[in-house]
């Protein structure tokens, strides 16, 4: 009898949800775009919505469970949201118990950097793996950690907000509210900004010379062409995340360290420069550290929350996790 867990994926922008098998494929899936100011009990409708659906068209023999991947802060010892900063009213939510109120199978929170790192680890680019650091480089940067074949949670289940240690002294503001974060810095959104900023003062470079709105995107697509500021952006960019790469790889010691969101989908382009940081300046036992690319895309989160299901039902996973 085929085994499947839910997994959903919750974000700002969209509601995931997925059936997935005991490999990490994906069987079905389906999503629909975040009623983000509705409220928690529209967007737990939307994702009962998207999971009935699911199962009514597959009518699958067995589910084991669901997995939630959620942005946090999340305070998943306690199942609760403790203030989701894109979701109207999703401070100090209850969000497993209510969940598990709507559903009749298991239900397991995670963060979604967290969930994004079982995803790898267990299907993806850390398959086989004991040490591994994921990095998600999109709208902000988020983390998960496995060490020791186990993953990292800490207190609350909070562990491994890595976009939040700090880079520089009393640099730029962060969303958080410190200032000189790595997210304030290497982040799709701050590598946005910098691009406009250096762009208004460039006569030379073809950024936005369409009078378009500035975004990575087009910044990657004007360094394709040639552009000279573009191409330093990227540079610059890429010793950004080298230099918290390697605060990271001195951290835990990882086996490699697993790129992915947004910003990796121009891997290819970074990577060089990461790497080239990693081998100049990582102490002499760390320099052989691969940087590399999630192989799950957009579907680590979504893979790895329905891996919880999966996990949590076996004994020998628990200690695992």
Known sequence: MQQIAIGIDLGGTQVRAALVDEHGGILARAAEPTDALAGPDRVLTQ???????????????????VGVSAPGPLDTVAGVASNIPTLSGFVDFPLKAELQKRFPFPVDLENDAIAAAIGEWQFGAGKGLDNLVYVTVSTGIGGGVVSDGRVVRGRKGMAAHVGHMSVVPNGELCPCGNRGCFEAYGSGTAFARRAQMRAMESSGTTIGSDGGAIDSRGVFAAARDGDRLANQLIDEEAEILGRGFTSLIHIFSPDIIVMGGGLSHEFD???????????????????????????????SGLVGAAALAFLSGKVPAIDQL
Do not use: E, H
């Open 47 to 65: 994702i009962c919505g998207l999971t009935d659906g699911l199962l009514a068209a597959s009518n699958p023999a067995s589910v084991v469970g």
């Open 269 to 299: 382009r970074l990577q060089p420069g990461i790497q080239a940081y990693i081998t100049q300046w990582a102490m002499p036992a760390f320099k052989d550290v691969k940087v590399v690319l999630a192989a799950l895309d957009q579907n």
